[in-house]
Structure formats: structure tokens, C-alpha cells
């Protein structure tokens, strides 16, 4: 079963979505970004969610693989620890840029989420962690 990197991403992207429903969090916005006049897109945001009065920005970080052709599965490097230094900065940027895009009071609480999957192709099934408050400033 041959599967993109983009494919994995936004199956990923649903899993934590309907995950975040599940556990009463109230979509906000998807896939939001951020780019330089028609250049690249500088910073992406993969789900807006809000709970409890608190928005949470969401890093979804999904990793698959046949457990038939890797019986090593736990070799992977946990999906959460890519986020690093480099793209908490973004994400951090780009959820202050949304904020105001979407005329927040700047006190308004927020915070970093990661969704970590590990999706098992053969077995259609994933592992799901959620870390709340990942990171902040």
C-alpha cells in the first residue's frame, strides 16, 4: 500500500481533528498560512481549535508505517519530537498573525498544541498523544 507524505499529513490532520471534537474542542480554522507577497508560505498552522475560553494552536505531526514490512516501529523518532526550536518560532509567529487576522484581544489566552500519530497502515489503526501547551514564548 503505497501512501504520499501529503496523504499521511492530511489523513493526520482528520484523525486530530475528529480527536479534538471528541474531546469538546470547537474548530476554529484549518490549514491557516501565512506567506510573503506571492512568494512561499512562511508559516502554517494545521488546526485552530478553542476550548474552555483558551484557543489552541495545533501542530499535527503524523508519522505511518506497514508493521508487516517494520516489525521496528518503535524505532521512529516520536512524530512530537520534530517540532523543533526552528518551527515552534514559526508557529508561534503565525498564530499571533491569526490572532490579529481574526481581531483577538491581546490578552486573550492561548497556547501551542502538538497532536503526535502514528498511524499503522496494515492495521488501520493510529496512536494518538496530545501535549497541550506544548511550547510558549
Known amino acids: 500500500m503505497s501512501v504520499s507524505k501529503k496523504q499521511i ?3 493526520g490532520e482528520k484523525i ?7 474531546k469538546g474542542y470547537r474548530i476554529l480554522d484549518r ?9 512561499p508560505k512562511t508559516g502554517e498552522i494545521d488546526i485552530v481549535a478553542k476550548k474552555d475560553d483558551i484557543i489552541s494552536f495545533v501542530e499535527v505531526k503524523t508519522i ?11 524505532s521512529f ?3 512530537e519530537e520534530k517540532v523543533n526550536f526552528q518551527k515552534q ?9 491569526w490572532l490579529s487576522k481574526n481581531k483577538m484581544p491581546l490578552d486573550k489566552k492561548w497556547q501551542i498544541d ?12 493510529a496512536e494518538i498523544k496530545h501535549f497541550p501547551n506544548a511550547f510558549g514564548e
Open 64 to 74: 505511518a508505517f506497514n508493521y508487516i514490512d517494520n516489525n521496528l516501529k518503535d
Open 16 to 22: 486530530a481533528e475528529n480527536f479534538l471534537k471528541k
Open 31 to 39: 490549514n491557516f498560512f501565512t506567506r510573503l507577497a506571492l512568494g
Open 9 to 11: 499529513g492530511e489523513l
Open 89 to 97: 518560532r514559526k508557529i508561534i509567529k503565525t498564530a499571533q498573525i
Open 77 to 79: 523518532i516520536p512524530p
Open 114 to 125: 502538538v497532536i503526535s500519530i502514528k498511524i499503522d497502515l496494515d492495521l488501520k489503526k
